[in-house]
């Protein structure tokens, strides 16, 4: 019988998850190391609602008429920016943290639906570059697997500060998942405990990076994109730094943002949601004079094609999704989850990305279980995702009138709550207040 | 093969980016000198081919960064980041070089003549480094692979979290970090320092360094070490 039937009342400030956290702490002496993202809920894209167009607005035929979604990132300084299909782009994940076979799959599938994949904290693998039209190589503190070669072989190169599951905080990658082959690329031993430095090591400060991006750029010839990827915190400071360095592309990552393994603690309670941070970044850009110029791809629990129109519709140039396009993959699918519960979780709730015992083949070193996902098979599945994703934003646009998701705009947004409201800087629904506005 | 002319590169008259671009283009074999560098940044990043290059004069941040295959000697003092990620060659400063020197290279062979600032060899990968005189702070901190040598002193925390780098120091240590241990020094590892100490064209006795490695203790997380963190 269920204790609720008792008349039993569970305490909202020691729920069952924080008295487990409290227990599991007490009998392993070790901090809740999990994948995922923030799992608290906090004000987002879904708190926001457009304004369709009637009377005083035009709309677009929704079969007929054109809205494109076409990008361009990084035109500021490169020879060859990225030219994308869809506003819709694949965040950094690192092959270590996710198998080779899932690797390729995120390359095949964004290639296929005309976008760009990025690497992560391992370096790149030739899966992945080989089925990536357009690839991002990220530059982060460890520089593991970093070289001149795929350097040249990148289509953009992505700084990473950080990113919104832990800002300020390390990568790490548990032993179980350091197999022969990721740890060759990491020049480490194998079966460590990898600890990934969370500062560069060659500069500190925004003075520094200016060089640093200097020197990207001249070792390339200044052919390629240089991105800077921020955890949201400090936003609107950190994006007008990153500009004066030099950014072509900043990357603004929430704390709903995905990792493959952190501290719970870090993930549940550092950083500011994406709804909070976008519209502080796009003030940043405009004082500086460079929205649309210095380009602007968000991310942190992004899920669908309303989230993409919303933060467009806030001032973004694109969106990067990581969580989303490994559920597309196959993650948490329900096929699994008699697997998931002999691991002590469920499809729906599997977040043990740093385990490496992964059923549906993704965040896994284990030979056996990454030969289930089918790259191609993956692809495809990934391929479909992004492309109803980009055909739900422009369903919006259109009934906004737009034919560009670029041309959505914050005056087709309202709040559903006050704190929505004062984030996004739109006025709550039926009203014409903006809680904070003209502070 | 040692090149029948050089190219004379003056950075009072061409800018950073011309001389990179040419450099980029230039085939094994030749040399080059740059003259008035005046400190510049990102001098010489990015080589590929076997070039003999001579700096006369001090370089800024990241000189010779990311360098392949190509020998880069500087003739004055260089800024943070010097030979940062090389792979391969050799980067030779005649002078004293900032923080992070060698930074997570991967190979190839640095030699600083004079002192380096803090952080020499951080995340190193593969690089041998010999510098002539002091490391400051933190140096081979987190240092994965490859051999530092220091002929001089080091800093505090010399080697903390160490992986597999093997530090050799002629001079003082003025305290070890985490994890870092103090190893003896056998055949092999006197065979090796002779060789890197030739390499550097330097007449040092081996037999009067000290040798530091990992403990290895930390290699894995365990409730018990959290206060080494």
Redesign the interface.
């Known amino acids: 019988m269920e204790p609720v039937s008792h008349g039993l009342r569970e305490s909202a400030t020691f729920d069952r998850a924080t008295i487990h956290a409290i227990q599991r702490a007490a009998e392993?002496?070790?901090y809740d190391i999990r994948g995922w993202g923030a799992k608290r809920k906090v004000p987002h894209f879904d708190d926001v609602l457009f304004l369709g167009a009637s009377m005083s607005r035009y709309p677009l035929e929704g079969y007929r008429e054109r809205c494109d979604t076409d990008i361009v990132l990084g035109d500021r300084n490169a020879t060859y920016p990225l030219r994308l299909k869809t506003p819709v782009t694949i965040a950094g994940m690192s092959f270590g943290a996710l198998s080779a076979q899932a690797k390729e799959a995120l390359g095949r599938g964004a290639s296929e639906a005309g976008t760009s994949t990025t690497t992560g904290d391992g370096g790149m693998t030739p899966e992945e570059r080989g089925q990536s039209k357009h690839l991002v190589y990220q530059y982060l503190p460890?520089?593991y697997g970093?070289?001149?070669?795929d350097?040249r072989k990148a289509d953009a190169i992505e700084v990473v500060l950080g990113q919104g599951a832990k800002p300020g905080g390390g990568g790490m990658l548990?032993?179980q998942k350091i197999t022969e082959r990721v740890a060759a690329m990491?020049?480490?031993?194998r079966g460590?405990?990898q600890?990934s430095?969370c500062r560069h090591?060659?500069?500190t400060g925004p003075d520094?990076l200016e060089?640093?991006i200097?020197?990207l750029r001249?070792?390339?010839?200044?052919e390629k994109p240089v991105y800077v990827k921020i955890g949201a915190t400090r936003t609107y400071y950190d994006v007008k730094l990153a500009v004066q360095a030099g950014a072509d592309v900043v990357v603004l990552d929430g704390m709903q943002g995905g990792t493959a393994a952190t501290q719970d603690v870090f993930i549940e309670h550092v950083g500011i949601p994406t709804l909070a941070a976008l519209p502080q970044a796009v003030q940043a850009l405009q004082e500086l004079g460079v929205h649309r110029r210095v380009q602007l791809i968000v991310s942190g629990g992004i899920r669908g094609g309303a989230d993409l129109a919303k933060a467009m519709a806030l001032g973004a140039d694109a969106v990067a999704i990581g969580t989303a396009a490994l559920i597309a993959l196959g993650d948490n699918h329900p096929k699994y989850d008699a697997e998931y519960r002999q691991l002590g979780s469920a499809a729906g709730y599997y977040d043990d990305y740093q385990d490496g015992r992964d059923p549906a083949g993704i965040s896994t070193q284990d030979p056996s279980l990454s030969a289930r996902l089918d790259p191609v098979e993956g692809g495809r599945r990934l391929a479909n995702f992004i492309r109803v994703m980009t055909m739900e934003a422009q369903t919006i646009a259109r009934a906004c009138g737009k034919a560009h998701l670029q041309h959505l705009e914050p005056e087709d947004l309202v709040a559903l709550t006050i704190e929505a409201a004062a984030m996004a800087r739109v006025p709550l629904a039926g009203t014409n207040w903006v809680p904070g506005a003209g502070l | 093969m040692a090149a029948l002319t050089t190219t004379v590169a003056d950075l009072s008259q061409q800018s950073v980016r011309d001389l990179n671009s040419a450099l980029h283009q230039a085939s094994s074999g030749t040399s080059w000198s740059v003259t008035h560098p005046d400190g510049a940044h990102n001098l010489a990043v990015g080589l590929t081919a076997a070039l003999d290059v001579v700096i006369d004069g001090p370089a800024g941040y990241y000189c010779a960064g990311m360098n392949q295959r190509a020998t880069v000697t500087v003739h004055g003092n260089v800024g943070p980041g010097v030979a940062e990620n090389m792979m391969s060659g050799t980067v030779r400063v005649r002078g004293s070089a900032s923080q992070s020197a060698g930074a997570t290279a991967h190979g190839g062979l640095l030699v600083i003549e004079g002192n380096a600032s803090a952080r020499c060899g951080i995340s190193m990968k593969g690089v041998d480094i010999v510098v002539g005189g002091n490391v400051g702070h933190m140096s081979a901190f987190m240092g994965q692979s490859g051999r530092l040598v220091v002929c001089g002193d080091a800093g505090d925390a010399l080697g903390d979290s160490l992986y597999e780098a093997r530090l050799y120091v002629q001079g003082k240590v003025k305290s070890l970090g985490a994890d870092c241990v103090e190893k003896e020094m056998r055949d092999e590892h006197l065979a090796e320092l002779a060789e890197l100490l030739k390499s550097a064209d330097r007449d040092d006795d081996p037999a009067g360094f000290r040798r530091y490695g990992s403990a290895r203790e930390l290699y894995h997380f365990k409730v018990d070490n959290s206060s080494s963190y």
């Not at chain 1, 001249?218 to 200044?222: G, H, M």
């Open positions: 392993t002496g070790i460890s520089r970093m070289n001149p070669d350097l548990l032993g990491r020049t480490l031993p460590i405990d600890r430095a090591p060659d500069w520094d060089i640093k200097r020197e001249e070792i390339t010839d200044w």
